[in-house]
Each structure stands twice: as structure tokens, then as C-alpha cells.
């Protein structure tokens, strides 16, 4: 390559006389922070879980009261209750059985309406269900569970034989819907005896509770 050739090239050629022999200095890097992903904002410049949250209370809003609330289920109708409990009117204190596991338990509901015809006298000026009541209807609960050939038990007779450890937490007043679940504890075959434990709810406020002795006859 001639001289000239060389002189306009773009490379040069550094001498290693050139090189500067002084002391090494630390080399200090500058690292920029790392940016935060912004939140994802939404075309109308909201982000989006606010958006969703607003959309939530719009449907809500939007909403009916009366159509919030589904329906309690239905596993057996009162006709069916009528058909395993001797229990007639005015006497008979469960309206809908809402779950049951043969055997082990059942929940029931009583609606409580001001036409129950112990409200005129308890008490006229604050209609309040008397706990003797609530605890009679516990036991109808209970004897459902009693009169399933799963227990063993008979559809003509059954007796509620005693109470323990019952205790009365809330008022229950004409309106609320009493919801009863008893569940089997101990059971004597032989004797047709069984414990069962019992607790009553107002939404999901306990209002009573206590040990049942439940006692059945055989065919």
C-alpha cells in the first residue's frame, strides 16, 4: 500500500511508546436506575382496576335489591317435611330443609312472620320468638335426621328426650329467617338414642345453641 494510501485511512496506528505509562485509576460506571413498568392504564386514562372496581359498583347500583339475593335451595319441600314429621299446624316449626347429609346432619329454615300465633302475647308491643320455640323447632331439625333409615329410626315414633348446655345469644324477632343445622354427635342403635349438637343462625349471627338427646322407637 503506497504512503499516501495510508495517510488517508480511517485506521491509525497507535506505538506502544504512546501509550501512557502513569498509575491505573478506578473506573467508576454510572448505572442508571431501572424504570418502573407503568400501571396499565386504560384508552380512557383511568387505570384499569379502578375501572373495573367503578364498573362493580355501577352493576350493583344498577341492580335491583330484590334481585341480589338468591334463594334459599330446596332438598326437601314442606310437603316432604309433613311426610317425616308428625308435627301439624300450629306445632309444626320448619318450613324447608336446605341441606342434609344422611346420617350426619341437616339444616333447616323457619321463616318467622308476624302471623305466627304466639306473637299476640309474646310479646304484643315487641314480637320476639320465645326460646322454647326456637329450641322445638332445633329438635324438628333433629328429628329429620332421627327418622331416616340411615339412623335406623321409625316415622311414628320420636321423642326429644333432653337439653344441655343451651344458650340464647340474639332476640329473634317477626321477619327473620331461622336457620337450624343439627348435626348428629353419638348414636345408641340399640337403645335408639343419639346426641346431636345444635346451633341456630340469623344470617350469620348465632342466636342459639346447645346438645340435644333425641330418642326413637323401632317399628
Do not use: W
Amino acid at each position: 500500500m503506497e504512503p499516501a494510501a495510508m495517510s488517508r485511512s480511517p485506521c491509525s496506528i497507535i506505538s506502544p511508546a504512546s501509550i501512557s505509562t502513569g498509575p491505573l485509576l478506578p473506573v467508576r460506571l454510572a448505572v442508571r436506575p431501572r424504570r418502573r413498568a407503568p400501571a396499565f392504564v386504560a384508552p380512557s386514562g383511568r387505570p384499569l382496576v379502578a375501572r373495573r372496581a367503578a364498573a362493580g359498583e355501577k352493576f350493583e347500583a344498577e341492580t335491583p335489591i330484590e334481585k341480589r339475593f338468591p334463594a334459599f335451595p330446596t332438598f326437601m319441600d314442606i310437603n316432604q317435611i309433613r311426610d317425616i314429621l308428625p308435627h301439624r299446624f300450629p306445632f309444626l316449626l320448619v318450613d324447608r330443609v336446605i341441606d342434609y347429609k344422611p346420617g350426619e346432619y341437616a339444616v333447616a329454615i323457619k321463616n318467622v312472620t308476624i302471623n305466627d300465633n304466639f306473637f299476640p302475647g309474646h310479646f304484643p308491643e315487641r314480637p320476639i320468638m320465645p326460646g322454647v320455640l326456637m329450641v322445638e323447632a332445633m329438635a324438628q331439625v333433629g328429628g329429620i335426621v332421627m327418622l331416616q333409615p340411615e339412623v335406623g329410626g321409625s316415622r311414628e315414633n320420636f321423642f326429644f328426650a333432653g337439653i344441655d348446655k343451651v344458650r340464647f345469644r340474639k332476640p329473634v324477632i317477626a321477619g327473620d329467617t331461622l336457620i337450624m343445622r343439627m348435626t348428629l354427635i353419638k348414636l345408641q342403635k340399640r337403645f335408639g338414642i343419639a346426641k346431636m349438637e345444635g346451633k341456630a343462625y340469623v344470617g350469620a349471627d348465632l342466636v342459639c345453641e346447645g346438645e340435644f338427646l333425641m330418642a326413637t322407637g323401632s317399628e
